[in-house]
């Protein structure tokens, strides 16, 4: 299955009326507002009040190995998703970050962003080792990496400052099985 475009079918377990699409220059207005939710900031290493600019600036300055998605639902972006793919030595490696609208999640759109991804890297980046940070106190997160089989590694203490105080972290990443393993 493809990226989705106006001219095909979602999945049928996505949500009706979603879209994922790649990233473009012109979502930065909506992952300007999408970045300054309370909710979606606090899973994130975000500061508060990131305009436009700043999110066009951070856009511009990614490079090729990374691949941006976005969940649009009821004309707006409700989700964000990207991979940034390593070289070298950890060229079979991915890093991926993604968020979800406060007002849209639990309604599964991070699970069809996280599926997308995913498939993504094991179908096309032939991406072995998929890694992630999560704040531990975002159990609904974790549920959903743990659901795509990623495993906590590791806990990171005093992380990340947010809101007044020190924030522990899970590292967590998903090791895809060779294909010889999963055909035996």
Known sequence: MSLQDPSSSAPSNWPDGLQIRARTATDVAGLADLHNMPGYRSGTLRLPYQSADDVRRAIEAQGSSVTALVAVMDGRIVGDLGLHG??????????????????Y?????GRALLSEIVRIADEWLNIRRLEL????????????????????????????????????????????????????
């Open 86 to 103: 390593f070289q070298g030595r950890r060229a079979h490696a991915g890093m991926i970050g993604m968020g979800v609208h406060d007002d």
């Open 105 to 109: 999640i639990r309604r599964g759109i």
């Open 133 to 184: 940070t999560v704040f531990i106190d975002n159990a609904g997160a974790i549920a959903l990496y743990e659901s795509f089989g990623f495993r906590v590694e590791g806990t990171l203490r005093d992380y990340a400052y947010r809101a007044g105080r020190y924030m522990d972290a899970h590292t967590m990443a998903r090791l895809r099985a060779d294909q010889a393993e999963r055909s035996a």
